[in-house]
């Protein structure tokens, strides 16, 4: 167990529809990132969350949708989903808002649109 | 921009092999490199890391040096066993400025008896 929680682990929905991922970081870990991994593109950088703010966008569509709460859970918002946003969704959560120590990854919730 | 470019996979060794996986960078800044380890149906795991030039990370028999003038991270082990198969990612972030990893494609290993 590495100590960041992703829920659900799988998810099925039809296109057109919206989910919504969690993440509960691990204990103490101030940031919060979130990942797509496609077998066509890899791992993709989507957004990070620093203590309950944004902090750094990457390749996230504006379908999608993130936010950190007080308790530093983060929820990843996917609407209007289509066949291509097939993926697994990683989050990834480190102390402090760089990447000096590494990241501690969950196990992924694995999207899969029909 | 920061890239990570990492050898074409798939990998085939038998028990024992020595293992080399090739990652090469590119940064304007000050990468700290870093290589993860994917189990089947697993996240990624930290396997090893360096944070500057001529640094050598090791973990569970992996090691790989930070080698600045060949701008290259490779990661080796001299003894592969059935257990590392998996997929192995290079990846770096900028010591300073970095908000995220810049991950390789991935390279899969499978280690056969």
């Known amino acids: 167990d590495s100590g960041v929680t992703q829920t659900p682990k799988h998810l099925i929905t039809a296109t057109g529809q919206r989910v919504t991922l969690r993440c509960s970081p691990r204990?103490?870990?101030?940031?919060v990132y979130w990942y797509q991994q496609s077998l066509d593109q890899g791992l993709q950088f989507l957004i990070q969350?620093?203590?309950?703010?944004?902090?750094a966008k990457g390749n996230i569509l504006e379908r999608f949708s993130a936010q950190q709460f007080p308790d530093l859970h983060s929820e990843l918002n996917l609407s209007s989903l289509e066949l291509g946003d097939s993926a697994l969704y990683f989050c990834?959560?480190?102390?402090?808002?760089?990447?000096?120590?590494?990241?501690?990854f969950g196990s992924g919730t694995r999207l899969t649109v029909v | 921009g920061d890239s990570v470019t990492q050898m074409e996979g798939p990998v085939t060794l038998s028990e024992e092999a020595f293992l080399t996986i090739n990652c090469t960078y590119t940064a304007t800044g000050y990468p700290s490199l870093f290589w993860y380890v994917q189990y089947p149906g697993e996240g990624l795991q930290l396997l090893l890391k360096?944070?500057?030039?001529?640094d050598k990370g090791s973990n569970k028999g992996f090691e790989a040096t930070y080698r600045k003038e060949t701008t290259s991270f490779h990661l080796e082990k001299g003894s592969v066993q059935v257990s590392d198969s998996a997929v192995y990612f290079c990846a770096l972030s900028d010591r300073y400025t970095g908000n995220q990893f810049y991950f390789g494609t991935g390279t899969s290993l499978t280690v056969i008896p």
């Open positions: 360096a944070t500057k030039a001529d």
């Open positions: 969350y620093y203590n309950g703010e944004e902090r």
């Open positions: 990834a959560s480190s102390p402090d808002g760089g990447a000096n120590y590494g990241y501690t």
């Open positions: 204990s103490g870990d101030l940031s």
